[in-house]
């Protein structure tokens, strides 16, 4: 990948050789970390070395008359102005420059613009939000409307208190994983699988691994990302997220890919586990009864904070775990309570965000 900021820019923070090498860089770091563990052999999935970004934020840089994108330089210390970023969607790169100008010579939409945000979809869908430190007026949703006309894009003016939405406030997201078409509605500022690529690679491998026709139970599920694909090999999914927009989000989805055997409840990893072991009864759950609910598969895709105590206890009364990692470290973690009940069978490694340090992980876990 060739940048002018690479080597400034804090986004890409692995800049030295080339992708291969600084992939393989990241394999060793990783493979140190989970020594002593057993470990089968790792799956490697590699990363588009360029325009794999289909959610981006950067910052606006002010500088008398002219405007520019921004973003923390690699000692973290101040912003550098940005042209471009390679990294990011086509759909989101082709836009950035002829917006940036736009934005510059129009006083309404550029005064107290302090940052910007891009969401893209396979489609050439865009979102495109504008954060600012001042109330927006009428004079600004005019302007917005002009410049969202122009595009062919929605956006979302947000300040302190306040959105405003020219067109929506989502998009619908198209990713082929294993041989069918999965159509998601992502909404502005919810969570979504940044590198398009690799998600379809997670999925495709989730459903390559997890057994056919179990009754799974899924924790942390989002917007349905894992979900709603893993219902198809599945006699039935119970699928829990804490967050109220994502399960919405994930009802939606449901619909959108004419899945039916899903029950979405909005419940953290702790309130599941009390009412899988009867101690609260929750209206959430559609007066489900957990009583007998089977404990074959469970799916986990915790934050990077991985798994508590009590969720971890949890999953190693199951058959069988799928967990999807963030976070080496945290999964280490885990793992050295898990491997005491189960065993790996299955690992990959996806490299989500190239030129970095993170690398996302699956692993199967079947009881010993």
Same mark, same amino acid.
């Given at each position: 990948?060739?940048?002018?900021?690479?080597?400034?820019?804090?986004?890409?923070?692995?800049?030295?050789?080339?992708?291969?090498?600084? =992939?393989?860089?990241?394999?060793?770091?990783?493979?140190? =970390?989970?020594?002593?563990?057993?470990?089968?052999?790792?799956?490697?999935?590699?990363?588009?070395?360029?325009? %794999?970004?289909?959610?981006?934020?950067? +910052?606006?840089?002010?500088?008398?008359?002219?405007?520019? %994108?921004? #973003?923390?330089? *690699?000692? $973290?210390?101040? %912003?550098?102005?940005?042209?471009?970023?390679?990294?990011?969607?086509?759909?989101?790169?082709?836009?950035?420059?002829?917006?940036r100008?736009? *934005?510059?010579?129009?006083?309404?939409?550029?005064y107290? =613009?302090?940052?910007?945000e891009?969401?893209?979809a &396979?489609?050439?869908?865009?979102?495109?939000? *504008?954060?600012?430190?001042?109330?927006?007026?009428? +004079?600004?949703?005019?302007?917005?409307?002009?410049?969202?006309d122009?595009?062919?894009?929605?956006?979302?003016?947000?300040?302190?208190?306040?959105?405003?939405?020219? $067109?929506?406030?989502?998009?619908?997201?198209?990713?082929?994983?294993?041989d069918?078409?999965?159509?998601y509605r992502?909404?502005e500022?919810?969570?979504?699988?940044?590198?398009? &690529?690799?998600?379809?690679?997670?999925?495709?491998?989730?459903?390559?691994?997890?057994?056919?026709?179990?009754?799974?139970?899924?924790?942390?599920?989002?917007?349905?990302?894992?979900?709603?694909p893993l219902?198809?090999?599945?006699?039935?999914?119970?699928?829990?997220?804490?967050?109220?927009?994502?399960?919405?989000?994930?009802?939606?989805? #449901?619909?959108?890919?004419?899945v039916?055997?899903?029950?979405?409840?909005?419940?953290?990893?702790?309130?599941?586990?009390?009412?899988?072991?009867?101690?609260?009864?929750?209206?959430?759950?559609?007066?489900?009864? @957990?009583?007998?609910?089977?404990?074959e598969?469970?799916?986990?895709?915790p934050?990077?904070? +991985?798994?508590?105590?009590?969720?971890?206890? *949890?999953?190693a &009364?199951?058959?069988?775990?799928? %967990?999807?990692s963030?976070s080496?470290?945290? @999964?280490?973690?885990?793992?050295?309570?898990?491997?005491?009940?189960?065993?790996?069978?299955?690992?990959a490694l996806?490299?989500q965000?190239?030129?970095?340090?993170?690398?996302?992980?699956?692993? #199967?876990?079947?009881?010993r």
């Amino acid at each position: 990948m060739t940048c002018d900021a690479f080597g400034a820019c804090g986004s890409c923070r692995l800049h030295p050789g080339d992708y291969e090498g600084q =992939l393989q860089e990241k394999i060793a770091a990783y493979r140190k =970390l989970f020594e002593g563990i057993e470990t089968p052999t790792f799956t490697i999935v590699r990363s588009p070395e360029s325009g %794999y970004r289909a959610r981006a934020e950067f +910052g606006i840089w002010h500088e008398g008359e002219w405007l520019f %994108y921004a #973003m923390r330089t *690699l000692e $973290g210390k101040g %912003y550098l102005p940005i042209a471009a970023c390679p990294i990011v969607d086509i759909a989101i790169a082709k836009v950035m420059e002829p917006l940036r100008f736009w *934005l510059q010579k129009t006083p309404q939409l550029r005064y107290k =613009l302090f940052g910007i945000e891009f969401l893209s979809a &396979s489609t050439g869908e865009l979102l495109v939000t *504008l954060l600012y430190h001042r109330a927006l007026d009428d +004079g600004w949703r005019e302007a917005a409307q002009a410049m969202a006309d122009h595009f062919g894009f929605s956006l979302v003016g947000r300040s302190r208190g306040q959105k405003i939405v020219i $067109g929506k406030d989502y998009i619908i997201d198209e990713i082929v994983a294993a041989d069918r078409r999965w159509r998601y509605r992502i909404y502005e500022g919810s969570f979504s699988q940044p590198n398009r &690529s690799l998600n379809a690679a997670m999925i495709s491998w989730a459903m390559e691994v997890i057994p056919q026709g179990k009754v799974v139970t899924e924790l942390y599920c989002g917007g349905g990302n894992f979900t709603i694909p893993l219902a198809t090999k599945s006699q039935f999914i119970l699928a829990t997220e804490i967050s109220k927009s994502s399960i919405a989000a994930a009802k939606e989805n #449901m619909k959108l890919n004419d899945v039916e055997n899903i029950l979405f409840a909005r419940l953290s990893a702790e309130e599941f586990t009390q009412a899988l072991h009867g101690v609260r009864r929750f209206t959430r759950l559609g007066g489900a009864d @957990l009583s007998h609910h089977p404990r074959e598969l469970i799916v986990v895709d915790p934050p990077r904070a +991985g798994l508590d105590e009590a969720t971890r206890s *949890l999953a190693a &009364s199951f058959e069988t775990i799928l %967990y999807i990692s963030c976070s080496p470290e945290s @999964l280490r973690r885990d793992l050295e309570a898990l491997l005491n009940t189960h065993r790996p069978s299955q690992w990959a490694l996806f490299d989500q965000f190239p030129y970095t340090n993170h690398i996302e992980s699956g692993v #199967m876990l079947v009881r010993r």
